[in-house]
């Protein structure tokens, strides 16, 4: 069954970003689509080591053949310092070259404290993901503001979010499905 996989770009215990993620973790359950979540959190220790990007600890390889398997990849980024996190960069540079994401589909939504949204991360992760020839889904979420947009058990404080989110994840499916000549539902 073709999946998709949702990448949440985090390393960071408890974020907003594994939040978001578990959003639309639901949402494409609702569309009846078969999905993964993938949490940077959960990546084993030892794959931090410089060793790994010649010798994968067998811990990694789990996440490293998900995006090989996936149908697309919806990646969800938080801002940190005006980028993207060092560990999302990372376990990109982990992942086999080219296979990973030529002519894969990439969606992205990005959240932030500030008012942008993380559209700075989105506009680096573009430009890699453009570098590596996977096909770019045009319609991209921000979420600004995100801690005015969670309440504490970390759902969304109203229904707009929710609804730009199915949108764009019922958007990627079609994309998805136009692009690889096949039905995920």
Not at 74 to 93: C, Q, R, S, W
Not at 112 to 141: C, D, H, K, M, T
Not at 159 to 173: C, D, H, I
């Amino acid at each position: 069954m073709k999946t998709i996989v949702i990448l949440s770009g985090t390393n960071r215990p408890g974020s907003n970003t594994r939040k978001v993620a578990g959003h639309l973790d639901a949402i494409y359950r609702k569309l009846d689509v078969s999905v993964q979540l993938l949490d940077l959190h959960e990546l084993p220790l030892e794959a931090f080591t410089p060793a790994s990007y010649g010798n994968p600890p067998a811990g990694l390889l789990p996440f490293r053949q998900a995006i090989l398997d996936a149908a697309g990849v919806h990646v969800v980024t938080p801002e940190y310092n005006g980028g993207m996190p060092g560990a999302l960069k990372y376990f990109i540079d982990l992942l086999e070259f080219p296979e990973s994401f030529e002519h894969r589909p990439v969606c992205f939504t990005a959240l932030a404290a500030g008012l942008w949204g993380a559209l700075r991360p989105v506009e680096q992760l573009q430009s890699i993901f453009s570098y590596r020839n996977a096909f770019i889904f045009p319609e991209r979420v921000f979420l600004p503001g995100i801690s005015k947009l969670l309440d504490a058990q970390g759902n969304f404080t109203s229904a707009e979010m929710p609804e730009r989110l199915a949108k764009q994840a019922a958007g990627f499916v079609d994309f998805v499905e136009k692009l690889r000549g096949t039905k995920l539902r």
